[in-house]
């Protein structure tokens, strides 16, 4: 059990950027899978990213790879999510999640979850 916190959101131009950034409280979680997730107003939650606890293997939702780069630094207990060419597509509410088991890799079921951070996209 942990507790998560996103920073990082605002308002952007599309063609823009942004890093959103999640700090986990406590010890190093180093063998959590971590991953972010968004939610725009009316839709479902949908999966974005997710990154091991090596941080060597991470996969991502097609509607977003080659663009996000999701990554973590254990030893400063944040995980990261760098977005490039942002477009009005990707405005939600982005949110971190955390799981203690490997089996959230293949289940996308995760049990920690941060509070979420506002991203917004203008045309």
């Known amino acids: 059990q942990v507790l998560l916190e996103e920073s990082g959101g605002g308002l952007v131009q599309a063609g823009g950027s942004l890093k959103l950034s999640c700090t986990i409280s406590g010890s190093v979680p180093s063998r959590y899978i971590m991953a972010w997730f968004r939610q725009a107003p009316g839709k479902e939650r949908e999966f974005v990213a997710a990154?091991?606890?090596?941080?060597?293997?991470?996969n991502y939702a097609d509607s977003v790879r080659g663009r996000f780069t999701i990554s973590r630094m254990n030893a400063q207990n944040t995980l990261y999510l760098q977005m490039d060419s942002l477009q009005p597509e990707d405005t939600a509410v982005y949110y971190c999640?955390?799981?203690?088991?490997?089996?959230?890799?293949?289940?996308?079921?995760?049990?920690?979850w941060g509070q979420g951070t506002q991203v917004t996209v203008s045309s």
């Open positions: 990154i091991n606890w090596t941080g060597e293997n991470s």
């Open positions: 999640a955390a799981s203690r088991s490997w089996t959230a890799w293949i289940n996308y079921e995760y049990d920690n």
